[in-house]
């Protein structure tokens, strides 16, 4: 989760690293610090707090020099205190080390380091990273050898069990920055003379497009002549040049006051480009151009399982309705953090599904893993090209949302739900369960579908900064959908709670009577998705349902605020206050559904004061279980 920049080339180093961790905070932001190597050896300055701490102490005690490492940071081990903020050093203090990931045995190793006469001052996991590799190197200086820093950390992380994405420096080797990676992301940037070293690709975005996506066991040693690449054996590898098409703009906030309203406004551009080049509206067909698997694969499969976390969990509860309701293949959804624990039934006819934005999230990938084992083929929707786990996928439908800062998703959310959809299409073309107009109806839906976005959020936005300034107090939030719409529910609920920090609940409508009715008060706000497919029989029926559930809330005095469709007229006679969205097919709605709830969360925590872009304990790629 941690944000980790490294700089080697002829710029000041300190601007290049703290632009690149300006652009990671999201990742971590309880502490920052800063190691630089120059004429006058290794210079560490550290902070707790934001990152704005550390330029405070940089501005009052500068450094330079002609290589670095730089760390914000989001706590595991150890309080976010200026003592356990990163970089972390050795006892002789020439060996620093930033780490994003966690040591699982770093107890046991930390014990018997003490047992040697290793002295410890911090809380952290990463402290022993530190003393392994000083350990390695004085072990070779005894028997007369002069071990190289990188072979001191390839036995130093050979010792390590958990995820680590660690970078190291050495003032005994100037000029010479270490990477490895077992877990978390770790990519390095190739520019003119200059090379990086980076947890995640904004960070060094805006230097160079050019990009190595380290793997797991993968080593990387930058020096002013070039880059090497390893394995933890030593052996030489070759990893494919990756160039990404993200223009560097996009990450930055282009006039919106936080990340997360600019990347809520972006949502009908994300879902274009995760549309394009993927659809013919002469033959109705879906193309997914990037799939190993083929149309008998798909024709033979038996079900879909599908793994995500949090936010691509609810997609993916969507997507199961989408999948199901067009592709007539029975879907089973799993929180990817609780798959491999359930030891599942092995099918190799059935299809994995992995649903991430970062592509590097550690559960997921533990759930591919396990579905791989167990003889399954696997498909990955991602935001980032090239992620470990699109690496490892027999198949990929990239979502195009481009980089998304603010921790809470939204545009990477809209384009999850668009691939799905394409694939649910896909899937019941080549199982023929739906017929070449049916196929050719729902695809010209869908090319509708970013500007009926772009209508909601020209018409939504002052509704719900208005509902804010009536709600902001409120301590509790609950939140409807039946159907399709009850992810889309549940999704609300957590937008609400991440930034807001607002005690929120997603619910089935269908399940009020059964207790959920008894915390209806005339303080209760309740989020009602209301929205129907005029045309769909289904969606009627689940309409007037939810309409009853409206009611009951109504006579108990709670609040109601509904999502509705532009043209309905009955929703303004039961409700408090209504948000309107466009008509659209039934599988498509949860698109509009999602919007104002985005909207109306972002809204509440302005008004309440709260870090919209970085809220409380969470960070943006979770990247260690």
């Not at 933890?232 to 494919?240: A, M, Q, S, T």
């Not at 498909?379 to 195009?400: D, F, K, L, Q, S």
Request: aromatic content about 6%.
């Amino acid at each position: 989760m941690c944000g980790i920049v490294g700089y080697i080339g002829p710029k000041p180093v300190v601007p290049v690293i703290l632009e690149g961790l300006r652009r990671l905070e999201y990742r971590g932001y309880d502490s920052a610090g800063i190691a630089v190597g120059g004429s006058r050896g290794l210079e560490l300055r550290r902070a707790p707090g934001k990152l704005r701490k550390l330029e405070e102490v940089l501005h009052e005690r500068p450094v330079e020099g002609t290589y670095g490492i730089g760390h914000t940071r989001w706590a595991t081990h150890g309080r976010p205190t200026e003592e356990n903020a990163h970089p972390h050093r050795d006892c002789t203090g020439r060996i620093v080390v930033v780490h994003n990931g966690i040591v699982e045995n770093y107890l046991a190793l930390k014990q018997e380091l003490i047992a040697e006469g290793h002295k410890f001052i911090t809380e952290t996991d990463t402290e022993i990273i530190a003393h392994l590799i000083e350990q390695e190197m004085a072990s070779a200086a005894q028997t007369g050898k002069n071990m190289v820093l990188e072979e001191s950390v390839r036995r130093a992380v050979r010792r390590l069990t958990g995820a680590f994405a660690l970078v190291v420096i050495c003032a005994d080797e100037p000029n010479k920055i270490v990477a490895a990676r077992f877990g978390p992301p770790a990519v390095i940037g190739l520019g003119e003379g200059e090379y990086f070293v980076a947890s995640d690709v904004p960070g060094i975005l805006h230097h160079t497009r050019n990009l190595y996506f380290l793997a797991d066991g993968d080593m990387a040693v930058l020096t002013p002549e070039g880059v090497r690449l390893t394995d933890f054996e030593g052996n030489h590898i070759e990893r494919p040049v990756q160039r990404i098409l993200w223009d560097p703009i996009q990450a930055e906030k282009g006039g919106y006051k936080h990340f997360m309203l600019k990347e809520i406004f972006e949502q009908p551009r994300a879902i274009r480009d995760t549309t394009l080049g993927r659809i013919s509206l002469d033959t109705g067909k879906v193309f997914l151009s990037e799939m190993k698997l083929t149309e008998e694969d798909f024709r033979r499969a038996t079900r879909i399982h599908i793994a995500a976390c949090g936010t691509s969990w609810h997609a993916a509860t969507a997507g199961k309705f989408m999948i199901e309701r067009l592709a007539r293949l029975p879907v089973e959804v799993d929180y990817a953090s609780e798959y491999r624990y359930r030891d599942p039934i092995a099918d190799p006819n059935a299809l994995g599904l992995l649903i991430t934005q970062s592509g590097e999230t550690a559960d997921t990938l533990a759930a591919q893993r396990e579905m791989i084992a167990k003889g399954s083929r696997t498909i990955a929707i991602c935001n980032v090209v090239g992620a470990m786990i699109t690496r490892e996928a027999h198949g990929v439908i990239y979502t195009h949302a481009g980089p998304e800062i603010g921790v809470a998703s939204t545009k990477a959310f809209t384009a999850q739900l668009v691939a799905l959809f394409l694939f649910a299409v896909h899937l019941a073309q080549s199982r023929g369960t739906i017929s070449a107009d049916e196929s050719r109806a729902l695809l010209e839906e869908l090319t509708l579908l970013p500007g009926k976005v772009e209508e909601v959020l020209r018409t939504i936005d002052g509704p719900c900064e208005q509902l804010a300034r009536t709600y902001s107090t409120a301590s509790d939030f609950l939140f409807l959908g039946r159907g399709i719409h009850y992810p889309i529910a549940l999704e609300g609920a957590l937008k609400l709670k991440e930034i807001s920090y607002i005690h929120a609940e997603g619910y089935p409508a269908g399940e009020m009577k059964h207790g959920p009715n008894a915390l209806i008060d005339e303080k209760l706000p309740v989020v009602v998705l209301a929205t129907q497919d005029r045309s769909n029989r289904d969606s009627r029926l689940r309409y007037e349902k939810t309409l009853s559930n409206i009611q009951e809330v109504t006579a108990r005095s709670g609040k109601v605020i509904a999502v509705a469709v532009r043209e309905d007229e009955e929703i303004p006679h039961v409700a408090d206050h209504v948000l309107y969205v466009p008509q659209a097919p039934e599988l498509l709605l949860p698109v509009l559904d999602v919007i104002p709830l985005q909207l109306l969360a972002y809204h509440i925590a302005v008004r309440r004061g709260c870090d919209v872009d970085q809220p409380r304990n969470l960070a943006k790629s979770v990247t260690v279980e």
